[in-house]
């Protein structure tokens, strides 16, 4: 991944706050940017295939460095696609569900990247995630795709936080609600356009860890 600095947006905001400080500008862009990501799906990696290990159910899906999960899109073990399900499902649905072992046909997640297979592995199965992916917080940029496609709309949800705050010298509610509508029609427009396949990355050589 080609990662962009967030630094990269200061001509585009600051113009329309030059009062407000860099570093303020520079961490809206950047909550802007983790916002966008996670709300519309729209950075798609097809992660590098791992094998479960026999009696091993919990897995750690990894990002990109820099990165963090947003949602799990797809698992697949053995080419079958596992249903994802929860903890209060399996207790309703399934008889002694915490005992089966087997091929996986499920998982539940314990956070937004460590998932649960069901039944628990009793071999090696190949394993293919396909995720959607935010920056983390503590990354200095995002991926170019997003500084390329998504420029101006980033501007906006930037600009539509630093104008909604109260108090300061460049507050301005009215516009800052005009920016809002602006960055809330682009994550809608770049969910439609992940959702038909547009972003999807392939492997990306990252492993899940096992737990």
């Known amino acids: 991944m080609t ?5 990269q947006w200061l001509p585009a905001v600051q113009i329309h706050v030059p ?3 860099t570093p303020m500008i520079t961490e809206a862009v950047r909550s802007t940017c983790i916002r966008f990501c996670g709300e519309s799906r729209y950075l798609r990696e097809e992660l590098d295939p791992f094998n479960t290990v026999a009696t ?3 897995y750690e899906i990894a990002a990109p460095a820099d990165c963090a999960i947003a949602e799990i899109l797809s698992l697949r073990v053995d080419g079958t696609q596992l249903k994802p399900t929860t903890v209060d499902a399996l207790e ?3 008889v002694d569900w915490q005992s089966l072992t087997g091929r996986p046909r499920r998982y539940y997640q314990r956070s937004r990247a460590i998932i649960v ?3 628990v592995p009793d071999a090696a199965y190949v394993s293919r995630a396909v995720v959607a992916i935010k920056p983390s917080q ?3 940029g995002v991926d170019e795709r997003v500084f390329e496609e998504w420029k101006d709309a980033i501007a906006s949800g930037a600009l539509a936080y630093l104008l909604a705050m109260p108090g ?3 507050s301005n509610p009215e516009l800052a609600g005009y920016h809002g509508g602006l960055f809330s029609s682009a994550v809608a427009q770049a969910r439609n356009q992940a959702d038909a396949g547009y972003s999807l990355t392939r492997p990306s050589r990252v492993r899940a860890r096992f737990l």
Do not use: F, H, R
Not at 3 to 7: C, L
């Open 138 to 140: 503590s990354s200095g």
């Open 19 to 21: 009062e407000c400080p």
């Open 56 to 58: 091993d159910e919990e």
């Open 168 to 170: 300061q010298s460049w």
């Open 92 to 94: 309703n649905e399934v």
């Open 117 to 119: 297979m069901n039944p």
């Open 3 to 7: 990662a962009v600095a967030y630094t």
